[in-house]
């Protein structure tokens, strides 16, 4: 894939796989764009070095563009924090996780060695 690419080249192929790992992280866990981007494998094309820097983006974008039944709250940025989502300010993402358990603390930062998920299991 050229580098002037930002997303894959079959972007449905590719959120599918970014949604069906996003489903299986449990309520009061987290994941990050980042992990969620090494847990799959780069798009045919894309290399390995290329995906690491534009991953992280592309499964924002797959976020953005999730349906009902993938439970996008649990998707931060690797600061811990809550990604601000249009017309909302990130009150809602973070309303969702602490009422499944997951604490903010006083910088609205989640502790990622507490509530981070690890992967499928294999991973």
């Known amino acids: 894939m050229s580098a002037q690419y930002a997303?894959?080249?079959?972007?449905?192929?590719?959120?599918?796989?970014v949604w069906t790992l996003v489903r299986q992280i449990p309520p009061g866990k987290v994941s990050t764009y980042g992990?969620?981007?090494?847990?799959?494998t780069p798009?045919?094309?894309m290399s390995v070095q290329a995906y690491r820097v534009r991953g992280p983006?592309?499964?924002g974008g797959a976020m953005a563009?999730?349906?009902?039944n993938v439970p996008w709250q649990r998707v931060i940025n690797a600061q811990g924090k809550v990604s601000i989502r249009a017309g909302?300010?990130?009150?809602?993402q973070r309303s969702l996780l602490e009422g499944?358990?997951?604490?903010f603390d006083d910088k609205d930062r989640v502790d990622l060695e507490?509530?981070?998920w690890d992967g499928p299991p294999g991973a």
């Open 43 to 45: 798009p045919p094309g």
């Open 7 to 17: 997303s894959a080249p079959d972007r449905i192929a590719y959120f599918e796989k």
């Open 100 to 103: 499944e358990g997951v604490e």
């Open 35 to 40: 992990r969620i981007a090494a847990l799959i």
């Open 114 to 116: 507490r509530f981070l």
């Open 65 to 68: 563009a999730c349906p009902d």
């Open 88 to 92: 909302e300010g990130g009150a809602s």
């Open 57 to 59: 983006r592309m499964v």
